[in-house]
């Protein structure tokens, strides 16, 4: 079936660095999600995309969607202790969907 | 707008006993969804509801699993009997169809099965 192969898997860095993580897959797909989720919560949405080419920003998050319609990355800049959770890319994968994929998630923390 | 609410935010039960988690979905969407989150299998969707008729339960894990929709405002996850294998976040989230946009999840049921 379709997955989404989301990296790095988790990730350590400073209070002020910039962040930066993929997702990748083997088949095409017309909308690219991404959401983050805090400890002991839901999964919130960030970022939608539905062009590829598109490059979507939402404060310090960047997201682009790969214009082969198969990859997708997220950018954090000047990341800060509350950027801390689990990000997941997902997908749609044709007009009509409901089925999102979602990747394996990124787990983010922030050093201050 | 008070989002998706679920309830109980967190049960705990012993083995062999029924469990019924419940969910209002966001007024005016007509999608609703059940998934399950763990941490060696992801968000995995259970069951899919469009107008409150279920469309694909091809993720419900075997027969003790059941879902419902009676409105447009509730639906309910049953496990029936529950076993320790189904301790899990179950999450369930709602979108309006007009569009591709993204699922609004609830806080989820933390639930252990002792």
């Known amino acids: 079936g379709q997955q989404l192969n989301q990296s790095p898997q988790s990730m350590f860095i400073q209070e002020g660095e910039d962040v930066s993580m993929n997702c990748t897959s083997s088949s095409i797909f017309n909308t690219w999600l991404w959401y983050k989720q805090d400890p002991g919560e839901g999964p919130v949405l960030l970022i939608a995309l539905y062009k590829a080419g598109e490059l979507t920003s939402n404060g310090r998050l960047t997201a682009q969607f790969g214009i082969t319609r198969k990859d997708s990355f997220l950018n954090i800049s000047a990341s800060i202790p509350s950027d801390v959770g689990i990000y997941f890319c997902a997908a749609y994968s044709g007009a009509g969907s409901y089925q999102l994929t979602f990747g394996k998630g990124t787990k983010l923390s922030v050093i201050p | 707008d008070a989002g998706v609410i679920q309830s109980p935010r967190h049960e705990v039960t012993e083995m062999g006993q029924e469990v019924t988690l419940r969910c209002k979905p966001i007024s005016g969407h007509n999608s609703l969804f059940w998934y399950r989150q763990t941490m060696m299998r992801g968000l995995e969707l259970l069951i899919y509801?469009?107008?409150?008729?279920?469309?694909?339960d091809s993720g419900m894990p075997e027969d003790r699993f059941s879902a419902k929709m009676p409105n447009a405002s509730f639906s309910t996850l049953k496990i029936q009997p529950s076993e320790p294998r189904d301790s899990a976040v179950y999450f369930c989230?709602?979108?309006?169809?007009?569009?591709?946009?993204?699922?609004?999840f609830g806080s989820g049921t933390r639930l252990t099965v002792v």
């Open positions: 989230a709602s979108r309006m169809d007009t569009r591709n946009y993204g699922y609004t």
């Open positions: 509801f469009n107008n409150n008729v279920p469309i694909d």
